[in-house]
């Protein structure tokens, strides 16, 4: 496991929030990072922190959210190679209820 502190995580990201470095750098953040295997290699690591940071502007992106309360027509339409049935597809899949439930 890598382990990451906030002056390193720092150099990373240098235009980040505060918030964002220490929340990385917490042992809750090194447990999150832990269980989903990303500090586990340099690959992983380095594949997962440049994404994050390249979809967040260097997590300088303001109130940013991200809302997966698609309809199955909007999942249908945003993920076609994944549901080429269509939104059929989705609702036969994933059912109608919020979220992910089935």
């Given at each position: 496991m890598i382990?990451l502190?906030?002056?390193a995580l ?14 990385f750098a917490?042992?809750?953040?090194h447990a999150?990072?832990d269980?989903?295997g ?5 690959t992983?690591l ?5 994404q ?9 992106i ?6 997966i309360a698609y ?7 945003v993920?076609?190679s994944?549901?080429?049935g269509g ?5 036969a899949?994933?059912?109608t209820?919020?979220g992910?439930q089935?």
């Open positions: 382990e502190n906030a002056p720092r150099q990373i990201w240098p235009r980040a929030p505060q918030g964002v470095i220490d929340a917490s042992p809750a953040g999150l990072l269980r989903a990303i500090n586990h290699t340099r992983r380095s594949i997962a922190f440049s994050g940071e390249h979809e967040t502007a260097g997590f300088t303001k109130s940013l959210t991200e809302s309809t199955s027509e909007g999942a249908a339409r993920w076609p994944r549901f080429p939104a059929a597809q989705v609702r899949k994933y059912g209820a919020p992910w089935k």
